[in-house]
């Protein structure tokens, strides 16, 4: 439970300083690549370090309870956007405005405590042997053709319908998502019995749910990467925490019979403290402000006698902050204007031509 609560919270500080790195290349005039800065990486080897410490958590604690303490990440992406915020409020605005954000991470904390106290114990070494005897069980059989029907099905309506609904989209991750949690926790199991002695490296099955690992997990890449393009992330942060911990929850539960020894009590307070975190997260995530659309805007830097237009959403605005020199490279307001010659009416003398078919009577006072 440790490994897992500590690898989500250096995965939460990793994007962070990730997306530190990009919104100060983006404020300044450096032409680096993101990759180029000792600020990504950073965030980057924190990331794999996070990412290692969940990984090796499966192999020794329940499936169960270690998906649903990624909440624990989202307290801690609340807390790091604050900070990274340095807004100034008065006492009544701060808690107007960051009320909700507080009750939803006590409420994620305690729902946190309740299915860590009451959630399974009991734990099985995952050799081999163990692995190949639950992947060849009914329950499993069954609810894995269930899966495969469902899945079909809502791809088809997604795909051939244009079903665009969020819901759909991150019930395609969830079913990816229960099947990545069990074969993640038979890899890892199998690499640590490895490391300890007992070689499992040579079994078929170690490498039947690597490469199962491997596809799951960049199908889902794919299904977040398409409905970030057409809803909010904080709500596709919400809807998929849920989605996934029920989906992961009933994989462990079906595929490692982790319930089993459990008598009801325990298995009702660990559901009610699952449902307290899922309400915390909402409460969070909901609390979020949501990103300002991107507005086309004119630059004054010429590229052959012609200003420039930004019209695409990878370009950072600049803020007007009263300033008259809005949307120019360089702030010009302290210089002093160029007198306009005074031009009288009476001493034009404008011969009409084919460019210009207006007599100088025509001509309005401006």
Request: with cysteine; hydrophobic share 50%; aromatic share 14%.
């Amino acid at each position: 439970t440790l490994l897992a609560i500590f690898g989500n919270l250096l995965v939460s500080i990793a994007v962070s300083i990730q997306k530190h790195s990009h919104v100060v290349l983006a404020g300044t005039k450096d032409q680096r690549q993101f990759y180029r800065t000792k600020t990504w990486w950073g965030g980057f080897v924190l990331m794999l370090l996070g990412e290692g410490l969940l990984f090796v958590s499966y192999a020794f604690a329940p499936l169960s309870l270690i998906t649903p303490l990624s909440a624990v990440s989202v307290i801690a992406s609340c807390i790091l956007g604050f900070l990274f915020l340095r807004e100034k409020w008065k006492p009544k605005e701060f808690l107007k405005r960051y009320v909700l954000s507080f009750l939803g991470c006590v409420l994620t904390v305690g729902g946190t405590y309740l299915f860590v106290t009451f959630g399974p114990n009991s734990h099985e070494q995952l050799n081999a042997e163990n692995i190949v005897r639950h992947l060849i069980g009914w329950p499993f059989l069954l609810y894995l053709l269930l899966e495969i029907i469902t899945f079909c099905l809502i791809l088809y309506f997604y795909k051939q319908r244009n079903a665009n609904y969020l819901a759909l989209i991150l019930l395609l991750v969830a079913l990816l998502g229960s099947v990545t949690v069990i074969t993640v926790k038979a890899v890892s199991g199998m690499v640590v019995l490895s490391i300890q002695g007992s070689l499992q490296l040579t079994y078929p099955i170690f490498y039947v749910m690597f490469v199962c690992m491997v596809a799951t997990v960049v199908f889902q890449a794919s299904f977040l990467s398409q409905a970030s393009h057409l809803y909010d992330s904080s709500l596709i942060a919400c809807i998929n925490y849920i989605f996934s911990t029920v989906f992961a929850v009933a994989a462990g539960a079906i595929f490692y019979l982790e319930f089993s020894h459990e008598d009801v009590l325990h298995i009702c307070m660990f559901l009610l403290g699952c449902v307290v975190c899922f309400l915390g997260v909402f409460l969070i995530t909901k609390n979020k402000k949501k990103a300002k659309a991107f507005e086309p805007y004119v630059t004054m830097d010429m590229v052959k006698g012609v200003p420039t237009i930004h019209e695409k959403g990878w370009a950072v605005q600049p803020d007007y902050n009263g300033s008259f020199s809005y949307g120019a490279l360089v702030n010009s307001d302290t210089v002093s204007t160029a007198a306009v010659p005074s031009m009288k009416q009476e001493n034009l003398a404008i011969t009409p031509g084919p460019g210009l078919p207006y007599q100088t009577t025509d001509l309005k006072k401006d």
